[in-house]
């Protein structure tokens, strides 16, 4: 029974947040049906996609159920059909597919489905094409109990209708990513200027630049810089705080004016610093103390944006996050509600999760495509969590939150994409969601 304090709180509300509601705890009520384990806190609410609501789900037209059919996983480099293995059809919509199988599959597998219509047991039916097959892209898989002693295990298995165009943006997507690592790994026609007043450092980081196979050119002063980037194309500036800082920024302002796909790293000492540099179009930064693995690790990321953008353009950027899940991991309830807004708003499917404990379950059933994870609720855990993740779901991309530089560098050791400096901008999250 609900508490008269609970009615008290509803009744306050306006007729539209009223609906909001209605729809959020519809789905938190699916939610923890489908992953309740009698633990607490493990998933707090996801929303479903916003182009394909919850009560058209519901009412649109299905067909199918308890058909016998056969599934293939797509092979990774081309559109070659692996093994079949056979399925009993749940239920089929305009939408999608939800089906039982023995055998686990991995949120994001791309399948070939084959079944026939024949097979459906309805009296005076005639299909004109009674043999189909569709393709279709993992999005929940949920391990169900077997009837009978054998013991074997069963997966209900949910999955989202793609077309043959998607299916081969999918496929190209990966052959990008290897040519990207293979661009990647030749350091061909990469070149980093450095521009700094610090020339100890500046020829401590030159040096190692080198040792890493970069060409490198090292100067001062501003106006060094710019004839020199006049005369030779550079792809990556480097500087200190206190050399991007003279003039009022002047340096980081011409740069961007004049070599607008110019990209940026300064050296920073303290996280107050960053944010000022944030909105002059600065892409990463080292922390003062910064190692070699930190150096080689900000400059090979953002050496890789810029490949990525060269090479393939703003398309590659493109995704369709109407079919992405992100999932969260923090105990903030202010920094939760936020990100949940910031991203239901954009019809992302958000899943919030208290701690890493129950991260797993959630990674095995549905498909996750980002990660944001704030150290705060992750503590110790949180850098062998971003590597085992890498190692299992290497398609996910990960940002930790934190306000604490002397983090970053165990972080990008294991793995995470960005950092992002607790302070959470609405623009600057979404720019991250490509």
């Known amino acids: 029974m609900i508490s008269e304090s609970f009615k008290d709180i509803v009744f306050k509300l306006s007729v539209d947040e ?10 938190l009520i699916e939610s923890a049906h489908l992953l309740h384990d009698n633990k607490k ?5 996801f929303a479903a996609d916003e182009d394909t609501k919850s009560d058209e789900r519901r009412t649109e037209k299905r067909f199918g159920i308890g ?3 056969v599934y293939s996983v797509l092979g990774e480099d081309d559109l070659a059909v692996l093994k079949e293995t056979p399925l009993r059809i749940i239920d089929i919509s305009q939408h999608g597919i939800k089906f039982e199988t023995n055998n686990s599959l991995i949120p994001s597998n791309v399948l070939l489905v084959k079944f026939s219509l024949n097979s459906i047991n309805k009296k005076n039916v005639v299909y004109r094409n009674p043999t189909k097959k569709i393709y279709v892209e993992v999005r929940r898989i949920i391990e169900v109990e077997s009837s009978g002693d054998t013991g074997d295990k069963k997966y209900e298995v949910g999955a989202k209708s793609i077309d043959i165009q998607r299916v081969e943006e999918l496929r190209q997507e990966k052959n990008n990513a290897a040519y990207i690592n293979k661009k990647l790994a030749t350091k061909e026609d990469f070149r980093i200027l450095i521009v700094s007043a610090r020339e100890e450092e500046a020829i401590r980081l030159e040096k190692l630049l080198q040792i890493l196979g970069y060409s490198v050119y090292r100067v001062k002063q501003k106006q060094q810089a710019i004839s020199l980037l006049r005369n030779y194309k550079c792809n990556i500036l480097v500087s200190d705080m206190d050399t991007a800082r003279i003039n009022n920024f002047n ?13 940026i790293i300064i050296e920073i000492d303290k996280i107050e610093e960053w944010l000022d540099l944030m909105p002059m179009g600065v892409d990463d930064f080292l922390t003062s103390n910064y190692d070699n693995e930190e150096c080689r690790i900000v400059v090979q990321n953002l050496h890789k944006k810029l490949l990525s953008k060269y090479l393939f353009g703003q398309s590659s950027q493109i995704r369709r996050h109407l079919h ?3 999932m969260v991991i923090s105990t903030n309830d202010d920094r939760k509600k936020l990100l949940f807004n910031i991203l239901k708003q954009n019809c992302y499917s958000v899943y919030l999760v208290n701690n890493i404990e129950y991260t797993k379950k959630v990674l095995k059933s549905y498909k996750i495509d980002y990660i944001f994870l704030d150290t705060e609720s992750a503590g110790l855990e949180g850098c062998e969590f971003i590597a085992n993740m890498k190692g299992e779901f290497p398609h996910i991309k990960s940002f930790v939150i934190s306000g604490n530089l002397q983090e970053r560098r165990d ?11 607790e302070t959470l901008d609405p623009r600057r999250i979404l720019a991250m969601l490509v």
Not at 18 to 27: D, G, S, T, V, Y
Not at 251 to 263: A, Q, T, W
Not at 412 to 421: A, C, E, K, M, R
């Open 18 to 27: 009223l609906k909001e509601a209605q729809f959020l705890i519809a789905e």
């Open 41 to 45: 806190g493990q998933v707090v609410v």
């Open 67 to 69: 058909a016998e059919g």
């Open 251 to 263: 340096l980081l302002e011409h740069i961007k004016d004049e070599f607008p796909g110019m990209g």
């Open 324 to 326: 992405q899940g992100v």
């Open 411 to 421: 972080y990008l050791i294991n793995g995470v994409d960005s950092f992002i400096i």
